[in-house]
């Protein structure tokens, strides 16, 4: 299907993430729009109004906060191997998988589907509720809201920059120009490298991070399914 743009009154708003005149506005317009994107947004506009209203700010906040930020590529790595790549499996009788990996490997499928950018709703819903589960029986309320402010702002960032890379819109930044080649490369040269998307420093600590000559390109990378046989 070819993008079109979608006509407001006597402007004409490109709304569809692939047309080939995006604009970073339009891009942003569209991404504010998506239900998982909402629900974030939602979230973080109510987590910091409840940690500004609970107030008592101390050194605390900013190390849980720092520490959460620099675990976050371990932890993008950890989720992007472990679970949106994880294989099937039977136990007995039962078959073993998970909603978001399946999304994920429909994502591989075909890259250029927006359906499959964005983190699945109950997927973000179950995360959600382990991340504020644990920071309220582990922490006193005004450090667990910090938490998820931090957990929850880093959502809301991988959520944003992953939905780029897959646009039309093209980087600006050299910083911008890594993240969207690295993300490409793991897209359509190889599925086992380049795991981190708004972080690589996991990728360099686990050698994911490789010279794109130094890999072949994979025969599955467009179709996770293979790996199952």
Do not use: Q
């Amino acid at each position: 299907m070819t993008p079109t743009a979608v006509r407001y009154g006597s402007t004409s708003r490109v709304l569809d993430p692939r047309a080939p005149s995006l604009g970073l506005g339009d891009a942003l317009g569209y991404f504010i729009r998506r239900p998982s994107v909402i629900g974030l947004l939602t979230l973080l506009t109510a987590a910091v109004a409840a940690r500004l209203w609970t107030g008592d700010f101390g050194r605390w906040d900013l190390l849980l906060a720092a520490g959460l930020v620099a675990v976050h590529p371990m932890s993008e790595w950890l989720i992007h191997v472990e679970l949106l790549h994880f294989r099937p499996r039977r136990w007995g009788p039962f078959m073993i998988d998970f909603e978001v990996a399946r999304d994920h490997r429909a994502h591989h499928v075909d890259p250029h589907d927006p359906k499959w950018w964005f983190i699945p709703l109950r997927s973000g819903v179950v995360g959600f509720l382990l991340v504020m589960t644990s920071s309220f029986l582990l922490l006193p309320t005004p450090l667990a809201l910090t938490v998820l402010v931090a957990a929850l702002g880093l959502g809301s960032t991988y959520e944003w920059i992953h939905y780029l890379c897959h646009t039309s819109w093209r980087p600006r930044s050299r910083w911008y120009k890594r993240i969207w080649r690295l993300h490409r490369l793991h897209h359509f040269k190889n599925e086992h490298y380049w795991m981190g998307v708004t972080m690589h420093a996991a990728d360099v600590l686990l050698g994911t991070l490789p010279e794109v000559d130094e890999v072949e390109t994979s025969p599955t990378c467009r179709n996770l399914h293979e790996l199952e046989r």
